[in-house]
C-alpha cells in the first residue's frame, strides 16, 4: 500500500450492531483497498451462487471470517488511502473488548468516525465511546448517522440524532464545532464515495470528503523507542519474534534494545514488517522482530521493548489524573481494580486520593476527599501490584494512558502525571 501520503490513525467507534464493521468494509471496498483479485474472486463466487453484483456483501463475510478467526495484526490495522491520506484503523470493530482495546487504540488515534445508528439513536456504548474518546484526546470526531435507509432517509430523523448526538458531547465537553455530522448508508453505501440522490436536503461533505478534509495530524514526537509487546511467537528458522506496534522511536537490525519489566535485552537480529525484511522501522509500524538470546519464556505481552540506554520506565507507583466513567458504588482508597495500559493488564491500588478536580475548569476543588464517584476527576496516586511499565504523559503520551476496568466494564480513564521508579 502506498505510504508516501501522510498518515493518520482512525479510530472507529459507536454502539454494537451500529455498524462500524459495515462502514469498515465499505471504506476498504470504495478505496480499493481490496485487492482486485480478490473482488474478482468474490464476483465468480457471487455469480455461481446467483448473488451477481454482491461483491460488497462477500469483502464483509471475508471480514467476518476474519474476525473469527481471531485477533492478528492484519486485520486489527485495516488500511486504506484516500485522495489525501494513508489510513490506518487502529482497532477492529466488533472485536469483544472494544472499549478495553481503545485505550491503547485511541490514545494512538488521531481522529476518530462514530458510527451512531439512525432507528437507534445515542445508546450506551456511544456515550462510553464519545467519553473515551474525549479523555484520550481524539482531535475530531466525523459523525456518520449510520443506517438512514432504515428511516427512508429522513430528515427529520437526522436532525434528532444530530441533537441527541449534539447534547451528548456537550456533556463531555467535546467542542461541537471540531464535529461533522454526515447522513450515511453503510450498506447501501450513501454519501461514502458518492453523493446520495436519497438525501437532497444534505449538503455537507460526504464521507470520503471528511475524512480528507481531517487536519495534518503532529508530526510524531522524537521520544526515544517504545514498542509495546502485543504476543511473541516461536516462527521456525528465525527463532523468537516479538511482534507489536511501535508508539514511539524507530528499531533497526543491529540496535541493543531492553525489555520491560521483564528487564532483559539484547542485541536485535532482523526487523519484519508485512512479511518483510527491512532495515527500519518507525512509528506507527507493525513489527515483528528477533533478539539475539531472548527466548520466548523471557519476555510477554505487557513488555515494553525500549532503546538498552534509554529503557522503558518501570513504576513502583504513579500520580495520575483520572476521571471516573461509571462506578455503581464510591472509589476510596485501597481499592484495587485492574489497569490496562497499552498491552498490559496489572492489578493496580489506588492508594491515595490526592485531590479532587473540578472537572469543567480542572483546577483543585478539594485536597485529599474521602472518595469520588461517578462524573469526578480526581489526582490518585497508584501503586501497581506487578512491575508495570508507563511512561509520564507529558514525555510520551503514546505510554501514558490508561483505562480501569472492574465488574466488566472501564470504570475510569487516565493520564499518567509523574511516575515513581522501580
Ligand atoms: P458493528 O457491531 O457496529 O460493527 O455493526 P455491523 O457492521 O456488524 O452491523 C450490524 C448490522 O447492521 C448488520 O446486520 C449490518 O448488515 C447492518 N447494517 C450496518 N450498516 C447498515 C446500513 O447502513 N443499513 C442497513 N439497513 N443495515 C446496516
Partial sequence: ????????NLAIIGHVDHGKS????????????????????????????????????????????????????DIAHQEFTTDDYYFTIVDCPGHRDFVKNMITGASQADNAVLVVAADDGVAPQTREHVFLARTLGINELIVAVNKMDVV??????????????????????????????IPISAFEGDNIAERSDETSWYDGEILLEALNSLPETEPPTDAPLRLPIQDVYTISGIGTVPVGRIETGEMSPGDNVSFQPSDVGGEVKTVEMHHEEVDYAGPGDNVGFNVRG???????????????????T????????????????????????????????????????????????GEVAEENPDFIKSGDAAVVTIR?????????????????????????QTIAAGKVLSVDER
Avoid at 436532525?159 to 464545532?177: A, C
Fill in 1 to 8: 500500500m502506498s505510504q508516501d501520503k501522510p498518515h493518520q
Fill in 22 to 73: 459495515t462502514l469498515v468494509g465499505r471504506l476498504l471496498f470504495e478505496t480499493g483497498s481490496v485487492p482486485e483479485h480478490v473482488i474478482e474472486q468474490y464476483r465468480e463466487e457471487a455469480e455461481e451462487k446467483g448473488k451477481g453484483g454482491f461483491e460488497f456483501a462477500y469483502v464483509m463475510d471475508n471480514l467476518a471470517e476474519e474476525r473469527e478467526r481471531g485477533v492478528t495484526i
Fill in 152 to 181: 427512508d432517509y429522513s430528515q427529520d430523523t437526522y436532525d434528532e440524532v444530530v441533537s441527541e448526538v449534539e447534547d451528548l458531547l456537550n456533556q463531555v465537553r467535546f467542542g461541537t464545532e471540531d464535529a461533522s455530522f
Fill in 294 to 312: 531472548i527466548g520466548k519464556d523471557d519476555i510477554r505481552r505487557g513488555d515494553v521493548c525500549g532503546p538498552a540506554d534509554d529503557p522503558p
Fill in 314 to 361: 518501570v513504576a513502583e507507583t504513579f500520580q495520575a489524573q483520572v476521571v471516573v466513567m461509571q462506578h455503581p458504588s464510591v472509589i476510596t482508597a485501597g481499592y484495587t481494580p485492574v489497569f490496562h495500559a497499552h498491552t498490559a493488564q496489572v492489578a493496580c491500588t489506588i492508594e491515595s486520593l490526592d485531590q479532587k478536580l473540578d472537572p469543567a475548569s
Fill in 384 to 408: 501497581p501490584q506487578k512491575p508495570l511499565s508507563i511512561e509520564p504523559s507529558s514525555e510520551i503520551p503514546e505510554l501514558g494512558s490508561f483505562a480501569v476496568r472492574d465488574m466488566g
